[in-house]
Structure formats: C-alpha cells, structure tokens
C-alpha cells in the first residue's frame, strides 16, 4: 500500500538552530510531493510543493525542501528557525493521476527562545 | 484560508445522535474531500467528491456520509455518532487534477462524541 513515513515525530529546537524534517514515501510511478504546516490551533496551509523541474523547491517563510527520487525522499529544511515556527508539519504525496493526497502522520516542532 | 468555511466550528454531541459537519467554498473549485485528523494518525481521508455527481469512499468512510447540494457544498453526516469519531475534521477542495491539484483546507471543526 502506499504510504508516507515521517520519521521524526516530536523535534525540539532553539531560535536559529538548522532544521531538517524527513519524509520518504512509497510509490514507484511518478509523485506530486508536498509540505504542509499547521500553526497551533490553525487549518493545514500549503508550505511548499513539488510536481516537476528542479528537485529543490522553494517555500513560504524560508522553507525548502528537496526531492531525491532514488531515495523517494522529499526532506524538508530550514537554515534557522523561529519562535514562530513552531508547529505541527505535514508531508504529503499524490500518486500521479490519482488525486488521492496521502499524508504522513507529521512532526510536531517546537522551537524555544 | 476564508475561501473555505467549516460549521460548526466545535461540536460536543452524545453516543447516537446524528450529527452534520457543513463545507463552504467560494474558491469555485470542483473538487471537495472530507478527513479527520487524530493524534498521531495524521490526517486520513473519508470522502472526496469530484463534482456534484460523483461521490467516492475514502480510506475511513465506515460510520459516515455526505452530500454534495452544489459545487460549493460538501456536508459529512455521521448517521449514529460514537466515541471513537472524537476527532478533529478538515474539508479541502481542489481544482482538477494533475500539476493543479493542491488541495485547500478549511479551519476545521472539533467535534467530541460523549
């Protein structure tokens, strides 16, 4: 079945500190990837996304992430983080025509001053 | 986001009440889908609807159903609601699919079932 896996549940980090969030996906065909982000009590807003072209793609607040197709890989990363970051994240895939969004189960962050 | 609205916004309800969540968007999109979020489970699909004719089960439809009234109205009913429906519930939308579909999330409502 296909699924999404993320493999940090809970990151604690300090204002400016690097972050790097992991999500690997199983599906063979071609993906649509994406990043999600839900703000403490706040709907999911779109990140970032990935559908074709350059494997790094670029996203609201400073966020990026990379798609690695041989490691079905799309990591999210930020070179520092804000108080404000602190959040639930979310990635997520669509198999190629099919529509379905399939979400892993996300990683909360919390940043500290 | 305003261009999709979710009434309730907080619900507390009892074991065998029939309950409905409404869905409202002014984005003109085609596509409507309905999840529940739970702790730790991330977000998983009940119902999506493609335009007001076509209605689909998600991953977790047991328990629930919907109706699309028009293109900017998607309503999940949950006929004879339980405990284990406590959760919180999103309605998205999209345009059609390919490189345009991003789903949009509504604000989500939190229904508790005692």
Known sequence: AQSVSQHNHHVILSEAASLELGCNYSYGGTVNLFWYVQYPGQHLQLLLKYFSGDPLVKGIKGFEAEFIKSKFSFNLRKPSVQWSDTAEYFCAVTPYNTDKLIFGTGTRLQVFP | ?114
């Open chain 2, 1 to 114: 986001d305003a261009d999709v609205t979710q009434t309730p916004r907080n619900r507390i309800t009892k074991t065998g009440k029939r309950i409905m969540l409404e869905c409202s968007q002014t984005k003109g999109h085609d596509r409507m889908y309905w999840y529940r979020q739970d702790p730790g489970l991330g977000l998983q699909l009940i119902y999506y609807s493609f335009d007001v004719k076509d209605i689909n089960k998600g991953e977790i439809s047991d328990g629930y159903s919907v109706s699309r009234q028009a293109q900017a109205k998607f309503s999940l009913s949950l006929e004879s609601a339980i405990p284990n429906q406590t959760a919180l519930y999103f309605c998205a939308t999209s345009t059609s699919g390919g490189a345009l579909n991003t789903q949009y999330f509504g604000p989500g409502t939190r229904l508790t079932v005692l």
